[in-house]
């Protein structure tokens, strides 16, 4: 069973930096495509940031592009977000999701993916 888990979510004042981590265990191979939502209070959760399989092609939100960068480490099995000009209404919860199946549905779309983390706590004042 592979399960993710997510650090470095926390309180930051707007115009901040918070990089967020994931980690994925439990299987053998890297997944396919992973990426990071967020929801927050009396939303629906949404597409942040995903990257494919060789980090080499990255797809943003357009509420996020040029503020947000994702990134992965395959030796880790970990993917990373890089948050710089936080505004507070980034304020949400995050989580990474991981695709092992490959293109089965589009890359933003959440039900591409089989496995999530618990999600982190991201607060933003202003």
């Known amino acids: 069973q592979v399960q993710l888990v997510e650090s470095g979510g926390g309180l930051v004042q707007a115009g901040g930096s918070l990089r967020l981590s994931c980690a994925a265990s439990?299987?053998?191979?890297?997944?396919?495509?992973m990426a990071w939502f967020r929801q927050a209070p009396g939303k629906e959760r949404e597409f942040v940031a995903a990257?494919?399989?060789?980090?080499?092609?990255?797809y943003y939100a357009d509420s996020v592009k040029g503020r947000f960068t994702i990134s992965r480490d395959n030796a880790k099995t970990a993917v990373y977000l890089q948050m710089n000009s936080l505004k507070p209404e980034d304020t949400a919860v995050y989580s990474c999701a991981a695709d092992y199946r490959g293109p089965y549905r589009p890359i933003a779309n959440a039900g591409r993916y089989e496995y999530w983390g618990q999600g982190t706590q991201v607060t933003v004042s202003s």
């Open positions: 990257t494919s399989r060789s980090g080499g092609n990255t």
């Open positions: 439990g299987r053998t191979f890297n997944p396919d495509a």
